[in-house]
């Protein structure tokens, strides 16, 4: 189904970027589990562009739960979550129409939707519904965290510029929690800031790598074949905007590996079974084998720039020059972070509310 | 739902390594769909073990259709390829019920199934069930083409050793078809056959990466957030054994590009529109754009090498060291080609039905 | 999915009787499709409560479309219908927590949902939330007369008194559209109200029979085996608080039937084909044959009556007496009435979507 | 999807009355549960044509379970079940491809498929289909006993013969299990094969009503809304040929009481929380209440019969008369019988391991 993911625990998504409302419907969540409104709004302001290297679009993004949550705790019904948009600018967008921006949605939406479309400010394409699935992710993060389910992702690199590796997963992901700028270390993340800042003095703009860790999911968690977790996260991940490339553990660098440099060792303390590496990425043949599981994700630099590009009038089926005003973001792989945790959250609790029932979150 | 994938048109599968027969059904296929049963030998084929660079066990691999075709079309009722097991050494197994094969699925089935799986030959989870896959998207494969929708894999990378790129994608589709080893130029082919053969040697394997052109695609098919064509494509190719990364387009390579280096400008020669670059492998906010859609998929080394590996003895909760026996394949990357193949037309026909209607494939 | 119906074209509920927001999202219907706010407002009107014959509880209805729909026309994106909660009464409702309502859903909510469901007013189970299933019905229920599909549903039978069969369904479809009280006698209209007025009375209620046509449906819409469209419909319709039965054609009539007065003979006119009973109800095999489709729905009485009940303290685990106060309807079946022609709209245009794609019914 | 039932434990169906094989794959069943294949022999039985009431058709109705079990235990992997069709006389048929049959699927299938349909016995709607249905709700059917839920079902009526109500279910399940023509009383077990026999005589069929309990299922199986356990059930039932009403407890006839007479009374023994009477037929909210769940299902009479029918020869677009000649039951109630036990093992099967998990049913 178009615009719902998930089987026992699922998100449907509504509304466009200049929509009066956009939210989106969480279903399945057991109930008795604690919603932290706070945490909810933790997770927003990551997503919020900020400062110089972000959109000046600014929302309030505010999330209101009308639904599904009593007395500050989950029911077990749906919970629909809205959030109003408030600063829009109809006017900068209605060139898109005519004139598609090259590696946007506009043009085929203008194909798909046969010219119906809502096409100020991307419509129902438009990033800005990302803002509800970080909001219903915050929900679903929270819950993994209480059975002690950890999720975070850094920037692994961007344009050449390489942040350190994960090494105490716990402290890097706690620490990951409490910033807005997702690097492990300091210098990469001033170097990319100013990276960016550069690209966006241009009025061009980069893209880069995500790199995201679940720590403490149990092995089982996952199905042989078509929905494999490595099938349930990418089908989730590869439904954010930007996002052309996942990766599990060596991923692309499995082609450099001869198996027994790549295959992952197991031992055992004589209490639970590991593996010396883990260049699987905490899953074998579909399933999570109770290491981390560790994936890239390829961000594309945003197709908004400032820069004029080539492009074709679709009224007069001729080409022409796109030169763009309006609001647009010189990167966002930093934004992009949350809405990764999210949906990786979304897809973690769906596979495990299929693999040991949707009681495992239960209050 | 665990195994079986798509919404309109849905492929469900069944089996086990050592079982008697393995399937799959394939559902929602239009009436009147020619149903050739020489191009499924024909795709077979190119899955089939063979020569020095496979494993010894050689299968008749006879797909057996006995249902949904009637007088050599397609019904409308569901497909189902039934294929015997006719070569199966049940004892060369039993070890990996206790001690996993690093890397494999044996100790992540030991802990979802607790112990009743049937662990012969890998049972469930053995890439022998890729052959009913390869039989029903033959199906598809040649539904496809009969729609003009050209469908060709070939190994990109395989250790260090580079294929050449696609060129004409139409000559090269076409000449894939006829190769078994799949490579576009016969020098890449040659050497990569040596590397596999010195891995062989050594009782190692080899991984790669597989690089797929779907042609022809109408501009218009995906949806919007999570049915994108990223997504539903990557579910299905993370569905296939030893797939640990999909990207498309430029992929993981977008991190290294600024945004004016990376869109793909429009142009259009009056009558029709295109991309003069394809850094989106032909797809724009999860929807097709007309421009031949391309991805590359990682597959990682055989985990079943000769070599010693350490592992543990689950049931004396104890190190020891694996040495395995039997028949196993020192690269499976260029079987895994008509697999992806396949499994690619799945998700293209599936997506196609839910865009155009099931009766876009029609008689 | 819980809540969320239908396969191409999906309706998704969520709410609670005395949460702050009610909605529905509607995903699948095709981009061009003219949206009516004042059929859909037309049609909440039948589900209002009114009068003597309804409970107190009067609220403004009002439905707002926050996305999916630009300049009055759908864009292809899902169409969220929100609904403001104004008339809620919490403390009318605390005690049903512990002493259920005998034949209502307290019971079973405290039990599936472990005492966290929301238990005001009956929460997520409340027939309130029939009224956004009313809104994304009345959309539907428009494009599909657009396409000369009209859905019309009476009260068949209440309480021993029983109204006139369909004749003309053109005619008596077009009449019911008016109508508050669904009829198509005045005095079946008459007495079943007089009948209704006199349980209030007496503080009961009373139940009855809805019979639904569907006319100008074409041959063909329908699925072999678990999507006939007697399963599809059926699930809808059940899913309508208050219904327990659910028949087509003779229905339950079958049981005193040979075949050969059962059986509807086929003849033609030389142009098209008809039966000349229609005992089926127009489904054959599963699948529309091109008579109109007929069902008939039992409703129960309103479970909420104001005569005293014999119930159980969950909490002391003791026998007791209930006494309900608040504000409840003696009849709901003319209210269901706009239910049921709402669920028929979506389970036949999602059969539709899924025969004919979604494209039957572009603008 | 089409052929496939389930969300957690599913279905998928494939076949025709002339294929070679036809069969079903279940999918979702917990591993570890002991497979008995005397007792899926054991309901195929009933299923089976016999003695002068029934079709002379006469097929071995072996079913061979090819995967998903392993020394005797299901595994976790889908387990699919093969049936050879042997009896198959091809000829008889032919006729009904021009001619349809009235109230049979010809003339349905002749539209929705082209012609390009197996028209041969009915080809892919041919009730031979239920055979492996009956296969596989056989393996639930034990399953569920295994955790006390006991299904049966009797006839209720057969055109004005009425079968004794339910009195002590576990007694009169058991009698059941039994029993190949299903009624309490024997009385009106010879009665009604009386009944059939003289139809027979005349070339006639009948029709009736299926009574149907569910015994032992713990309250708080089936969901709010869409997936109420009214909803999953009938969603299985109305896939039954010929079944043409469902309804729950009182059913249709609620429309003839007060609330006052209709609502079930709770009341305990300070252990447990019963009602009174079961009005509700064990369901309230759509969620089980703990009660047994008990419904009727009605079945159309045969439409195949021997005297002659008007139709409509397809090809020349004329009224005809059709006389049948070939193998068909008079009834095929008691046969159904099997059938409506093992859809509503599945949908039961279904609705727990949602509400659940799949791990209820785990060995």
Redesign the interface.
């Known amino acids: ?8 625990i ?7 970027s200049h ?5 989106a ?1 969480l ?2 969540l057991a ?2 589990v604690r919603i932290d409104e706070e945490y909810i709004k933790h997770e927003l302001e990551k997503r919020k562009p900020r400062g110089n290297i972000s959109t000046a679009r600014r929302e309030s993004d505010e999330a ?1 739960i ?3 949550v ?1 007395e500050g ?8 979550v ?1 959030m109003e948009n408030t600063n829009t600018k109809s006017k900068d967008y209605s060139l898109f129409k005519d004139v ?1 921006r ?4 506009d ?3 203008e ?4 010219g ?3 096409y100020r400010g991307g ?3 438009s990033a800005r ?1 990302t803002a509800p699935l970080v909001a219903v992710g915050a929900i679903l993060r929270l819950a993994l965290k209480n059975k002690g389910i950890l999720i975070g992702t850094h920037i692994k ?4 510029i390489y942040d350190r590796d994960f090494m105490d997963l716990e402290a890097d992901i706690s620490m990951l929690d409490d910033k807005i700028f997702p690097t492990l270390s300091n210098e990469s993340e001033e170097r990319m800031i100013k990276e960016i800042s550069e ?1 966006k003095e ?1 009025g ?6 995500l790199e995201c860790a679940v720590y403490g999911l149990p ?2 968690v ?7 977790l ?3 996260l ?6 954010v ?1 930007g ?18 440099e ?7 303390n ?2 639970k ?1 590991f ?2 590496t883990n ?3 905490g899953i ?7 290491m981390p599981v560790v994936f ?1 994700v ?8 400032y ?1 004029e ?4 009038s ?1 009224s007069r ?3 022409t020059v796109l030169k763009i005003d309006g609001r647009h973001d010189p990167a966002i792989i930093h934004r992009a972070r949350a809405v990764v945790d999210s949906v990786t959250a979304i897809a973690i609790a769906d596979a495990i509310a ?6 495992f979150f ?2």
């Open positions: 189904m178009k615009n719902t993911f998930g089987n026992n699922s998100v449907t998504l509504f509304g466009e929509g009066e409302v956009i939210g419907v279903d399945g109930p008795g209101k009308v639904s599904g009593f705790v989950s029911t077990g019904a749906p919970i629909a809205l598609p090259p590696s946007h949605a043009y085929t939406a194909i798909k939707y046969g119906y479309q809502d419509g129902h394409f519904l690199s961007l344009h050449g690209a241009r061009d703009s980069v893209g880069g790598v092995a089982g996952g199905e042989p074949w078509f929905d494999s490595e099938s349930t990418s089908h989730a991940l590869f439904s905007p996002v052309k490339g996942v990766e599990f553990g060596l991923g692309f660098g499995f082609s450099e590996k001869f198996g027994s790549a295959n992952d060792p197991f031992y055992t004589g209490e079974i593996t010396k260049n699987n990425g074998n043949g579909g399933i999570s084998n109770g890239r390829a961000i594309k630099p945003t197709p908004s720039i820069i590009q080539e492009s074709v679709l089926m001729e080409n299929t693999a040991f029932g949707t009681q239960g209050g």
